[in-house]
Nanobody
Framework: VQLQAYGGGLVQAGGSLRLSCEAF????????MGWFRQAPGKEREFVAS????????YYADSVKGRFTISRDNAKNKVYLQLNSLKPEDTGVYYC??????????????????WGQGTQVTVSS
């Protein structure tokens, strides 16, 4: 399974971006997909996840109400809409896939595959 994330960029505070992640291989429609981010000098942190059918979504408290995760199983893609961006949202954003249906989706160790990351930079 390969995951390719893209859509990052430089944006001013208050702006928006849409990240995309495309999966190649594997049974995408059965996977839980997650987005994580990592700022310089910090650990990778959970941002959002979505269940295989998109019936359930989870968000980190820091992004609730501003970010929206969605997926299109027909296209093997997952998206992350980032609105009302803040400088503290700056970091490399990674998409990840897991087929482990139990456990904490916010933990990195439950994910089987990771994308290469896409840089998001929010200027003040």
């Amino acid at each position: 399974v390969q995951l390719q994330a893209y859509g990052g960029g430089l944006v001013q505070a208050g702006g928006s971006l849409r990240l995309s992640c495309e999966a190649f291989g594997g049974t995408f429609s059965r996977s839980i997909m997650g987005w994580f981010r990592q700022a310089p000098g910090k650990e990778r942190e959970f941002v959002a996840s979505i269940s295989p059918s998109a019936a359930s979504t989870y968000y980190a408290d820091s992004v609730k109400g501003r970010f929206t995760i969605s997926r299109d199983n027909a296209k093997n893609k997952v998206y992350l809409q980032l609105n009302s961006l803040k400088p503290e949202d700056t970091g490399v954003y990674y998409c990840a896939a897991r087929w482990l249906y139990s456990g904490d989706v916010a933990r990195t160790d439950g994910y089987n595959y990771w994308g290469q990351g896409t840089q998001v930079t929010v200027s003040s």
